[in-house]
């Protein structure tokens, strides 16, 4: 962990690693949204993103008791499609879930983003917008 509270890239391709394992092949049954923070729940494996610090496997002590918008809007999209896989971008503190039909992309520098594309990359949903990113433009990922 950086002093600043961020999880330094090496830590993080670390936990890719550990994730690979856990989530690969297995299905995204919900998201939710609670505090700023961002918890995604698989068959037996849960983690939590928090935007532009880290990710850790856990779960929320309390959820939110109305649900977040974009929570519903990324469950409209992705809830039960099978983890075809998640990698890490090279070089870029930037995580990339795929399934068959999207990718939900989750930023781990500045303040982070969490980001839903289709499967051309088109931006369906994300938290955060900024010129270069926003509805219905293309997200490039360094491959």
Not at 61 to 90: A, G, P, Y
Not at 120 to 141: A, D, F, M, Q, W
Request: charged content about 25%.
């Amino acid at each position: 962990m950086l002093l600043t509270g961020k999880i330094s890239y090496d830590e993080l391709e670390q936990m890719v690693y550990h994730l690979k394992k856990e989530v690969e092949g297995s299905y995204l049954k919900n998201i939710y949204h609670y505090q700023g923070r961002w918890l995604l729940k698989f068959n037996h494996f849960s983690f939590v993103f928090e935007p532009g610090l880290a990710i850790w496997p856990g779960t929320f002590d309390e959820r939110e008791t109305n649900l977040h918008s974009l929570s519903i809007k990324i469950r409209k999209e992705i809830k039960d499609h099978k983890v075809v896989s998640i990698d890490i971008v090279n070089n870029d503190r930037t995580i990339v879930i795929t399934t068959y039909n999207n990718k939900l992309i989750l930023e781990l520098y500045a303040k982070g983003n969490l980001i839903l594309t289709d499967s051309e990359n088109k931006i369906i949903v994300l938290t955060r917008i900024y010129p270069e990113c926003s509805h219905g433009k293309e997200y490039n990922i360094n491959e």
